[in-house]
């Protein structure tokens, strides 16, 4: 009933261009158009899984910089966060959070996606701007329509349990529809305690919590609680289809284990218009968004609270507040010249607001003035009393243009050509410290000087310095991709790019402003527990890659081997350099955690992806095949010699399958080397390779379906390669309160059950 219908949606909203341009360099996990069995290869993961992101651990090419438990981040050939444009139901939504607490897909949970693509090589400008590193789309289920004007109920219903952090969560759908009208309601809440790893990881208990300890083998600030909710309604005609969804995400908490910080309440509005329709020249499409996003921060419960003793409390906590707004439009249109050629042409606007300010803390020093002892007011080792401002009144509105032309010159060559110009405006008003007192403060002995300065420097000098800067800034960025495919015949096919892609600074990158290093450390997205400087003077990157694939398979592509190698030379990448906060100007930190600033330096990038499958054929047992991938990056500095920060080592799986009836199970070996090649200016740590045992499995009958299985088998003990430095316990807040050299490990076993009922 349903299936054709979703199919000649999804046809109307890709456009017959979009057929050939969606598929060029990328990666996709379902298949379009099915919306009934839209993550047919994906739903197996749900039960073990509460991270959007960690549906792409499949896809050649990417790996995950560890988060939160429902908030990592996807890397796509070495370049991560920002750099990666993530499209999540045509909204491009920016994280509002000085760690970057909050991405784009935290807002969908696993259960509501429908589809997802990632473009790891080559991305059509059409598919959007302001990004380096690849593409990724996800979508939730296209809506759906009955055959006939008689209504129908329809919905789904979910649950998993794992064992390691005892995580639990569920899943509602529930669905109403005409042949012209669908009204959908989908909700999923999740919740998880710490997780334990494979053995010991770390020699100490404290969590800087009177009577709270943690276990040597327990991954502190790894718990969190979510919930996700939205109500999509859909009207459609012969040639026209009107959607509009509300959105509401809450999040209780999630707590980091590279971060210093941990989000305490994070609430999103959304609201999502959409339109397309086809015309006698071709198809029209159009877009309007909003989000609004409230998100708070302070230590939780793992991480020391309180900070100084009486009289001389230094802090209770650091609140810290961010509130983010983004208005977003887009317009396309496929116009088809010819039967060979169609040419899309398109207009972009996305307005973007931010606050992000700290309450003094203590927030009331009555009668704390001067004593014998402490010649100086004792708010001046306290954060008082004024509130930060991180960033006040930031803006960032990005407006384009772009126009892209298809040519399918035979039925074995196609081209594509675009290009797209972005007008990016970067801005933020005046700030201030927890004070504005001048921290020119000569005591009556070097110590007092240099304990006084010590929270002193950075409030009042930095904010004065901030102050007077013309701090807007204007940046016109170029877009230019140029692909090729050629399919000689059904059992190869050839790919050939080349792009132009440009990204300019997020806010924060830009304009953290304070050398206090206290609110350094609280500016930090990469988890390597430094603290990082922002530089007004930042100028965009530009990537320029060149990527090719091959593929060899059978007709239905049950037997294939693809390779894909690509080239990344980005000027102005924007790398961080060791920085002295008190001179204000480069410096060389001790072994440990330290400074940076933000700087415009070269980077390149280079490596491969090798994918492939093969069936085994059957016996009394059922069906056998065999799933298999490597992946290779190699990221270097050219200005300092270094390593880039974050790039996976070289690593790989290989599964073996078996399905008979609706039993399917699969032993998955994972595999990943030494990472040696770390950036030096960030300290970072390098981490041992590891092998893992996995075991999935799952039973379907009729629509209920059972998942199951065990990760890490035998609990090996392993540090996430991508994971930072582990700051999930202790006096976070001081730059040095908390050890240094320790990884974050992966999760050791962990059994997991799932069930998920359709009706």
């Not at 439009?329 to 088809?336: C, H, I, N, P, R």
């Not at 803006?395 to 972005?422: I, P, Q």
């Amino acid at each position: 009933m349903f299936r054709p219908l979703a199919a000649l949606l999804v046809a109307l909203a890709m456009g017959p261009a979009t057929a050939h341009a969606a598929d060029v360099q990328s990666q996709e996990i379902v298949v379009k158009g099915k919306a009934d069995k839209a993550d047919e290869k994906a739903k197996n993961k749900k039960a073990r899984i509460s991270d959007t992101a960690s549906l792409l651990l499949d896809q050649p090419g990417v790996a995950l910089q560890t988060g939160g438990g429902v908030s990592n981040l996807p890397v796509i050939h070495g370049l991560a966060d920002d750099r990666v444009l993530t499209v999540v139901d045509g909204m491009m939504l920016i994280s509002c959070c000085p760690n970057h607490m909050n991405p784009a897909l935290s807002y969908i949970d696993p259960s509501q996606v429908g589809e997802m693509k990632v473009y790891a090589g080559i991305s059509p400008v059409s598919l959007g701007g302001d990004s380096i590193g690849g593409t990724i789309i996800a979508e939730s289920p296209a809506p759906e329509f009955a055959q006939s004007g008689k209504g129908e109920f329809h919905g789904e219903l979910g649950s998993y349990y794992r064992t390691n952090g005892n995580a639990k969560g569920a899943n509602l759908t529930l669905g109403y529809s005409t042949d012209k009208l669908s009204v959908t309601l989908r909700s999923a809440i999740a919740k998880s305690d710490d997780y334990t790893a494979g053995g010991d990881f770390k020699t100490f208990a404290v969590t800087g919590r009177p009577g709270e300890t943690l276990p040597y083998d327990v991954v502190g600030s790894t718990a969190y609680e979510t919930q996700n909710h939205s109500l999509n309604v859909a009207w459609r005609n012969s040639d026209n289809l009107y959607e509009g969804t509300v959105g509401y995400q809450h999040v209780p908490y999630q707590l980091y284990p590279n971060q210093r910080m941990d989000m305490l309440n994070n609430q999103a509005y959304r609201l999502n218009l959409h339109y397309m329709g086809k015309k006698s020249w071709g198809q029209l499409e159009g877009r309007l968004y909003g989000e609004r996003v409230n998100h708070y921060m302070d230590f939780g419960k793992d991480k020391q609270l309180v900070y100084g003793s009486s009289p001389y409390v230094v802090a209770i906590g650091m609140p810290m507040y961010t509130k983010g707004s983004t208005l977003g439009g887009t317009l396309k249109a496929d116009v088809e010249l010819s039967k060979r050629d169609i040419l899309r042409l398109g207009a972009e606007a996305q307005l973007y607001r931010l606050d992000d300010w700290w309450p003094p803390s203590p927030p009331d020093l009555t009668g704390m003035l001067f004593n014998s002892t402490y010649p100086f007011p004792a708010f001046a080792a306290g954060m008082s009393p004024n509130t930060f401002w991180n960033i006040n009144n930031g803006k960032r509105d990005r407006y384009a243009l772009f126009t892209e032309l298809e040519s399918k010159w035979s039925s074995e060559l196609m081209t594509l050509l675009g290009a797209r110009v972005e007008v990016v405006t970067t801005d933020t008003g005046e700030v201030q410290g927890y004070n504005n007192v001048d921290s020119s403060y000569n005591g009556v002995s070097p110590y007092y000087t240099a304990l006084y300065n010590m929270y002193y420097n950075g409030y009042y000098l930095s904010a004065t310095n901030f102050n007077a800067l013309d701090r807007k800034r204007t940046d016109v960025n170029l877009d230019l991709t140029a692909l090729t495919r050629y399919t000689p015949d059904e059992t190869h096919t050839y790919e050939f790019g080349f792009a132009r892609k440009t990204r300019t600074p997020n806010l924060y990158e830009r304009y953290s402003w304070s050398r206090n290093a206290m609110a350094l450390i609280m500016n930090n997205f990469v988890g390597d527990g430094n603290g990082y400087l922002g530089n007004p003077d930042l100028k965009p990157e530009v990537a320029h890659t060149v990527s090719a694939s091959a593929s060899w398979h059978n007709s239905d592509k049950s037997f294939e081997i693809k390779a894909s190698p690509f080239y990344t030379y980005v000027t102005d990448y924007i790398d961080a350099v060791q920085w002295n906060r008190t001179t204000n100007t480069a410096g060389v930190n001790a072994t440990g955690f330290g400074i940076l600033k933000y700087m415009n330096q070269t980077g390149r990038l280079y490596g491969f992806d090798l994918s492939g499958r093969l069936p085994l054929g059957g016996n009394g047992l059922g069906e056998w095949s065999s799933k298999w991938l490597v992946n290779y990056v190699k990221g270097r500095n050219l200005d300092t010699g270094s390593g880039l920060y974050n790039v996976m080592p070289l690593n790989g799986k290989i599964s073996l399958e078996q399905k008979t009836g609706g039993l399917e199970n699969a032993l998955e070996l994972v595999g990943v080397a030494r990472k040696s090649d770390v950036s030096t200016p960030r300290q970072e740590l390098s981490t041992a390779g590891y092998t893992l045992l996995h075991w999935r499995g799952s039973y379907t009958y009729k629509s209920v379906r059972v998942d199951f299985g065990v990760e890490n088998v035998f609990d090996r003990l392993y540090s996430l390669p991508l994971g930072g430095a582990y700051a999930g316990q202790g006096m976070t807040m001081s730059l040095s309160g908390i050890p240094y050299g320790i990884t974050v490990p992966g999760m050791g076993r962990n059994a997991y059950v799932g069930l998920n009922c359709k009706f």
